[in-house]
């Protein structure tokens, strides 16, 4: 049975959208320790991958956005997307933790997807385009979170509110997730709580 940690820590629970996060960070006895956005990649193509990935290789080529490009192109332009997320993750855990009033001793991120090894595969595969986007962003956090030594727990949207309930010993995890939010006041919207649950699931013994 799960259980919740003893000593004095905290845990950050992320949610990526496009090409920023959300990351909530709380304590392991399930209180708000802090809330932020945090901007990955700006300036810069948000979905390389499944746009100019795609134009490359001739699909959605009739989009009105579509642009035309070469394979190389795209590929340069991913790397360049991915290095920027990198650098934006790094900036944006050291500022976390800059601002923590405890340690963190754990960070909560969406599982990935298995997907082709090499950008070129991921960009062929349809599949794999659509989702390699949000894949590459929670990467360049988890190797961020690596670089603070912190131990990644990989949720699952699915199970991720039950395994926040089970670790407070709450029977409604939605009433105490928006109670949480009044503290603090907006915004709080399903990213935040799905964050809170994440980071609260990520502060147990399993």
């Known amino acids: 049975m799960a259980k919740l940690r003893k000593q004095q820590a905290a845990a950050v629970g992320v949610v990526e959208y496009g090409n920023s996060a959300v990351l909530v960070t709380v304590a392991n006895h399930g209180q708000l320790l802090d809330r932020r956005r945090v901007d990955l ?18 699909r959605s080529i009739d989009s009105p956005r579509a642009r ?31 601002a923590v009033p ?23 595969d349809a599949d794999a385009a659509n989702v390699a986007d949000s894949v590459m962003y ?3 956090l988890a190797s961020a979170a690596e670089a603070h030594g912190w131990p990644i ?36 919207q399903a990213k935040h709580k799905l964050a809170a649950a994440a980071a609260i699931a990520a502060n147990v013994e399993r």
Do not use: K, Q
């Open 41 to 58: 990649a700006r300036g810069l193509p948000v979905h390389p991958y499944r746009d100019e990935g795609s134009w490359a290789v001739g």
């Open 68 to 98: 035309r490009m070469s394979l190389a192109d795209a590929v340069a332009m991913i790397v360049r997307v991915r290095e920027a997320a990198a650098h934006g993750a790094r900036e944006g855990l050291d500022t976390l933790v800059a």
């Open 102 to 124: 405890a340690r963190i001793a754990r960070i909560a991120i969406h599982v990935c997807p298995t997907l082709p090894t090499t950008i070129e595969e991921r960009i062929a």
């Open 138 to 140: 929670r990467e360049a």
């Open 153 to 188: 727990y990989w949720y699952d949207h699915e199970s991720v509110f039950r395994d926040a309930a089970e670790a407070l010993g709450e029977d409604d995890i939605d009433a105490f997730l928006s109670a949480m939010g009044r503290s603090v006041g907006p915004p709080w």
